[in-house]
């Protein structure tokens, strides 16, 4: 999720545009359209290579549900390691915190891997396919990118390290 020091309607319109992508519905600014229009400025809904939205250089947000009705579990981690989590177990709180630095540096060694953006959603033509499944999704500056817990899928290696950082590192567990 946006952290709290950007605008409310910049949160709530980049939740929703990945709340979509998780449901399996096409995100403005996919292959067959033009720029998605975002707020001026810097932030997560700026348009990022093919129009695609993208969060701020070191930044990523994270958002995982199980199924299309499960809870939404938000995560989003600033470049210098703070954490929001918002309904991170189903139970609609919110908590906060900080990685260490080790995870601080593997993280931003991850994000700033040119092989990442090989593995956005766009690069892939990636579709959610499963029912019921485990999705995740990784916004970071060179765009989404999605997974899902589904038997033979394969998960792109980056964007697993930092999905496996980031739950890893982070209290919160999803439960179904």
Do not use: F
């Amino acid at each position: 999720m946006p952290s709290a020091s950007w605008p409310r309607p910049v949160r709530v319109s980049v939740a929703a545009l990945l709340a979509a992508a998780l449901a399996g519905c096409a995100l403005p600014g996919s292959a067959d359209d033009g720029p998605a229009p975002g707020p001026a400025g810097t932030g997560p809904s700026q348009p990022g290579p093919g129009g695609a939205a993208t969060a701020g250089r070191g930044e990523v947000s994270l958002l995982q549900r199980v199924g299309t009705d499960g809870p939404l579990r938000t995560l989003n981690v600033e470049p210098d390691g703070r954490w929001e989590c918002v309904d991170c177990a189903g139970d609609g709180v919110t908590s906060t915190g900080v990685l260490g630095p080790e995870h601080v540096a593997r993280l931003q060694k991850l994000l700033a891997d040119p092989g990442l953006a090989k593995e956005t959603d766009q690069v892939r033509r990636y579709q959610v396919t499963c029912i019921d499944a485990l999705t995740s999704s990784l916004l970071t500056s060179t765009g989404l990118v999605t997974s899902q817990d589904c038997p033979g899928e394969e998960h792109p290696p980056i964007a697993n390290e930092i999905l496996l950082l980031l739950t890893q590192a982070t209290p919160a567990e999803m439960t179904a």
